[in-house]
């Protein structure tokens, strides 16, 4: 089946704009991740959704970062002012929970988006 | 906090060699997740295995294994008769045991393999 999908592959904004970076994870799944990988270093982990819930945002860096999953599928990750600073590759996953109570914690990642701040 | 460490940032072999990565963990749960990805030259994160903290048996998949040592710490992986297609980086991830849908994984900063002909 399809996997998890990002859009755009890449994204090159200048200083101080917005950008909006997409998720489509796999049907079914009900927990969606951002993570944000800069060069040379491992995925850092931003926000976790469960259904339509922010259910851990402790990683979000400031303010000026935010995310949504408003019908529990597709989630957007919202960056405002962009600084140079924001410049990596941001990886979305997913997972399932079975309702059994199988525990499926495996996330599966999607391609990521590589943003560059001019 | 939790927080994993792969101590080798870069290791390079020739084809058939057998190659392994060190990774240490810290954290204060008694129970937990370890985990293995791939991230090849593409750039997708690939996992490769999912162990929990009650169990400590080895674990052979192919070419590769893996030795979990709670005592300490560690969750090292072997690549055995090493080929040109395992080269990439290799991430070490910890994770709380589950108490709901899915938790974040804390990353090492990743041990990047290459293969040589």
């Known amino acids: ?118 | 906090a939790q927080k994993v460490t792969q101590a080798q940032t870069e290791i390079s072999v020739v084809e058939k060699e057998d190659v392994t990565l060190d990774c240490v963990y810290e954290t204060r749960d008694t129970t937990y997740y370890l985990f293995w990805y791939k991230q090849p030259p593409s750039g997708e994160l690939v996992f490769l295995i999912r162990r929990n903290s009650f169990d400590e048996q080895n674990e052979i998949s192919g070419r590769y294994s893996w030795n979990f040592q709670k005592s300490t710490s560690s969750f090292n992986f072997t690549i055995t008769a090493s080929q040109v297609v395992d080269s990439a980086v290799y991430f070490c991830a910890l994770s709380e045991f589950i108490k709901a849908a899915g938790n974040k994984l804390t990353f090492g900063g990743g041990t990047r393999v290459l293969v040589k002909p």
């Open chain 1, 1 to 118: 089946g399809a996997g998890v999908s990002q859009t755009p592959s890449n994204k090159v904004t200048e200083k101080g704009k917005y950008v909006e970076l997409r998720c489509d994870p796999i049907s079914g799944h009900t927990a969606l991740y951002w993570y944000r990988q800069s060069l040379g270093q491992g995925p850092e982990f931003l926000i976790y959704f469960q259904g339509t819930g922010a259910a851990d945002d402790s990683g979000l860096p400031n303010d000026r970062f935010f995310a949504v999953r408003p019908e529990g599928s597709v989630s957007t990750l919202k960056i405002q002012r962009t600084e140079r600073g924001d410049s990596a590759v941001y990886l979305c996953a997913s997972s399932y929970w079975g309702s059994s109570g199988t525990n499926y914690n495996e996330q599966f990642f999607g391609p990521g988006t590589r943003l560059t701040v001019l």
